[in-house]
């Protein structure tokens, strides 16, 4: 299970490249956000994990929607259960997250987006209805 959260301002989102540590999706964009740490509640995971990705300080809105999927990599299959968060930025300087997931951060708009992964795909629509 995984909590992310969706950043927008005007008709822009905040997305962060996957780096080297996620060899499949390398160079691909993603919502801030990661795992949900055993005994952690998705809204703090949301938080926890967008400071620790883009330095940036959030407080969770609603929530925005969930997304299953089932997936399959070197043959093992992985049930995944992405929850997506509306939140606002509350404080915190953007900036990229060292030797972890992502490397990366960025406003991008709407209309000009780099290559994704599938969650972004389903968050567009959430995000700008």
């Not at 883009?54 to 407080?59: D, E, F, K, P």
């Not at 969770?60 to 997506?84: F, Y």
């Not at 030797?99 to 700008?128: H, M, Y």
Request: glycine content about 8%; charged content about 20%.
């Amino acid at each position: 299970m995984a909590a992310y959260a969706l950043l927008v301002e005007r008709d822009r989102i905040l997305l962060c490249r996957l780096s080297a540590q996620v060899p499949r999706h390398q160079g691909k964009w993603t919502l801030p956000g990661g795992g949900i740490e055993f005994g952690e509640r998705p809204e703090e995971a949301v938080v926890r994990e967008v400071r620790e990705e883009t330095g940036l300080v959030v407080t969770v809105e609603s929530l925005a929607a969930v997304d299953s999927t089932v997936v399959e990599s070197d043959g093992v299959q992985s049930h995944n259960i992405r929850i997506l968060y509306r939140a606002d930025v509350v404080g915190g300087t953007l900036c990229n997250e060292l030797e972890g997931s992502t490397d990366l951060c960025q406003w991008w708009d709407r209309n000009a987006l780099p290559p994704v992964v599938s969650l972004v795909n389903v968050a567009i629509p959430v995000a700008f209805p």
